[in-house]
């Protein structure tokens, strides 16, 4: 169990309402990530931190934002949702061994947007 | 730009049979690659690294190859059980900035 919680699992909600996706580690480890998965797409990167207050963005990241204020937690928001957005959404860790950068997921958020 | 190819078709076999699952890229050889099994509503779970001047890699059934020559990573699960059933995800390292990209993955059906 790599310590990593997300919240909501499940949400609902109308397009153009906002929405904050919440990952929580007890891992202590510095890179973290937001993905989003899609079938006929796989996994994409939507935006990844490298420590409080650092974060880059991925290959899909129009349309979320991101805030990491503290190590343990990192938030994605959707400003403003729209029926493109649905999906499910992971949030991973990076293990910490060398520069092997294997990855911890969450169990996942499923969002649908009306 | 870097590309990653993985059978798109399921793969079903018996159990106790070996199966084999490809993951070919289409660039530069990446530093390592790494595989994932992904359960229905579950997030992906890794399982192996095989780095770039490794040939293999083994743990317990799982043995992962890789060929920088043909640009290929198998990955074989010996005496294959029903609980093997899953997606199968491999992922290789961008080249920079701790990023991944990934495989769409193959579905494997182990029938009993």
């Known amino acids: 169990d790599a310590g990593i919680t997300q919240s909501p699992r499940h949400k609902v909600t109308e397009t153009g309402t906002p929405v904050t996706l919440r990952c929580h580690q007890t891992?202590?480890?510095?890179?973290m990530y937001w993905y989003r998965q899609d079938p006929g797409h796989g996994l994409r990167l939507i935006h990844y931190?490298?420590?409080?207050?650092?974060?880059d963005k991925g290959e899909v990241s129009d349309g979320y934002s991101v805030s990491r204020s503290k190590t343990e937690d990192f938030l994605l928001t959707l400003e403003s949702a729209t029926s493109s957005q649905t999906s499910v959404y992971f949030c991973?860790?990076?293990?910490?061994?060398?520069?092997?950068?294997?990855?911890?997921f969450g169990e996942g958020s499923r969002l649908t947007v009306l | 730009s870097q590309k990653i190819e993985q059978n798109s078709e399921a793969l079903n076999i018996q159990e106790g049979k070996t199966a084999t699952l490809t993951c070919n890229y289409t660039?530069?050889?990446?530093?390592?690659l790494q595989w994932y099994r992904q359960d229905p509503g579950r997030g992906p779970v890794f399982l192996l690294l095989?780095?770039?001047n490794e040939k293999e890699k083994r743990k317990e059934r799982l043995k992962v190859t890789f060929d920088t020559t043909l640009k290929q990573s198998l990955f074989h699960i010996t005496a294959s059980q029903p609980a093997d059933s899953a997606t199968y995800l491999c992922?290789?390292?961008?080249?920079?900035?701790?990023?991944?990209?990934w495989g769409l993955g193959t579905s494997l059906a182990v029938n009993p």
């Open positions: 992922a290789l390292d961008a080249g920079n900035n701790r990023k991944l990209i």
């Open positions: 095989i780095r770039e």
């Open positions: 891992e202590n480890h510095r890179y």
């Open positions: 660039n530069y050889s990446p530093a390592y």
């Open positions: 991973a860790i990076r293990g910490e061994l060398a520069d092997t950068g294997e990855l911890f």
């Open positions: 931190s490298y420590g409080v207050k650092d974060t």
